[in-house]
Structure formats: C-alpha cells, structure tokens
C-alpha cells in the first residue's frame, strides 16, 4: 500500500443454480474472512477467468446463505395500491369542495346581480306608469285637430286646386309649430329646477 501501488482484482461469476447460491469450499471462506494470500499449492486463475475453481470435492462447513433481498429502495418505503388509491380519492375530494365552492360562488353573485336587475326593471315600469299617469288628455292628444279638419275638408272640395287650401295648411303648421315650442319651453321650465338642486 505504501510505496508500490496495488491493483484490485475483480472476478466475475456465472451463476447456474437457480436457487441464486453459490457454493465455496471452507479455505476461501477463511481467505476472505483474514484476508491472507492464497496457499501455496492453491492454484490461482488467470486474471481474465470467468469461472473461479471451487474445490467441490470439500463440503461447507456453513449452511447455505440466504438468497439475495429483492431489488428495491432501502429508506423509502414503497406506497402500495391502497396508499395510491387513498391519496388519489383525497385529490378528488379536494377537487369536489373547491369547484363547489366557487359553483356557489357563482350562484351567488348570479343572484345579486338578478335582484339588481329586478329592481332596475320594476323602478323603469313605475317610472313609465307615473309619466303616462301625470301627462293631461289634452298633451295625449295631437295637437290642432280643428285645424286639422279644415285642411282634409278643403283638400275634399278643392282636389284638382290644391293650391287653393294653401292658408289652410299655412294655419295648420303654424299651431303645431306653436304647440312644439309650447312643450320644449315647458320640459325646460321642469329641468331647470332639476339641474338647480
């Protein structure tokens, strides 16, 4: 180990038994419980052997080991199908109270957002009711019927001269321009006040 450095050996074996047992004869177990050079009589393989010999004319002395542990992960244990299914309905259920929640959510935000529409909507139908109700019969009726009248009646005596009804018509347009003006001052009488407030 000091001044000469030394190189480890390596042997491979090919295992025929299908137990996975290996047979060795006792010197070898001793060899390698001491760690002492192989004996002198003991012939020694060449390096690139795959087979070691094994004296098996000389029975162990020790029982047969046990085989192998299966293959796994030492530390972590392994999750079994329950333990997967188990945490799989966890992640369900968490799944069913959040989208249920937020479906509440929604239905509740539904509903406020209903009643305020609700509202609105009733508040607009008193709203028209009580314009229609405070409007006099005389604003519900177009304005100038008798002038109106003596229009059709010149129109039906003169209709081949309609030119002839010419003042009728002249007296018909102006009442009526007289009542437009008549309802824009009165609408800007009322929204003065408003606008004042």
Same mark, same amino acid.
């Given at each position: 180990?000091?001044? !000469? !450095?030394?190189?480890?050996?390596? #042997?491979?074996?090919?295992?025929?038994?299908?137990? +996975?047992?290996?047979? *060795?004869?006792?010197?070898?177990?001793?060899?390698?419980?001491?760690?002492?050079?192989?004996?002198? +009589?003991?012939?020694?393989?060449?390096?690139? @052997?795959?087979?070691?010999?094994?004296?098996? !004319?000389?029975?162990?002395?020790?029982?047969?080991?046990?085989?192998?542990?299966?293959? +796994? %992960?030492?530390?972590?244990?392994?999750?079994?199908?329950?333990? #997967?299914?188990?945490?799989?309905?966890?992640?369900?259920?968490?799944?069913? *109270? %959040?989208? &249920?929640?937020?479906?509440? &959510?929604?239905?509740?935000?539904?509903?406020?957002?209903?009643?305020?529409?609700?509202?609105?909507?009733?508040?607009?139908?008193?709203?028209?009711?009580?314009?229609?109700?405070?409007?006099?019969?005389?604003?519900?009726?177009?304005?100038?019927?008798?002038?109106?009248?003596?229009?059709?009646?010149? %129109?039906?005596?003169?209709?081949?001269?309609?030119?002839?009804?010419?003042?009728?018509?002249?007296?018909?347009?102006? +009442?009526?321009?007289?009542?437009? *003006?008549?309802?824009?001052?009165?609408?800007?009488?009322?929204?003065?006040?408003? @606008?004042?407030?």
């Amino acid at each position: 180990m000091g001044a !000469s !450095s030394s190189t480890p050996r390596t #042997v491979s074996v090919d295992n025929d038994s299908p137990a +996975g047992v290996i047979d *060795i004869s006792d010197d070898v177990v001793q060899r390698l419980k001491t760690g002492l050079p192989p004996k002198e +009589g003991a012939r020694q393989q060449p390096q690139g @052997a795959s087979r070691p010999s094994v004296d098996s !004319s000389v029975p162990s002395s020790y029982p047969n080991p046990l085989p192998p542990p299966s293959a +796994g %992960y030492y530390g972590e244990p392994s999750l079994t199908s329950m333990q #997967v299914r188990r945490e799989k309905e966890q992640e369900l259920r968490a799944n069913d *109270i %959040y989208w &249920t929640k937020r479906l509440q &959510t929604l239905e509740a935000n539904l509903q406020k957002t209903n009643q305020i529409l609700e509202k609105e909507y009733n508040d607009a139908i008193v709203d028209v009711k009580k314009r229609f109700d405070s409007t006099a019969v005389a604003h519900q009726l177009p304005p100038c019927q008798d002038l109106k009248a003596k229009v059709v009646e010149c %129109y039906k005596k003169n209709q081949h001269e309609t030119l002839n009804c010419s003042a009728e018509v002249r007296a018909f347009t102006d +009442g009526v321009n007289l009542h437009r *003006i008549q309802l824009l001052k009165e609408k800007a009488s009322v929204a003065k006040p408003a @606008a004042e407030k």
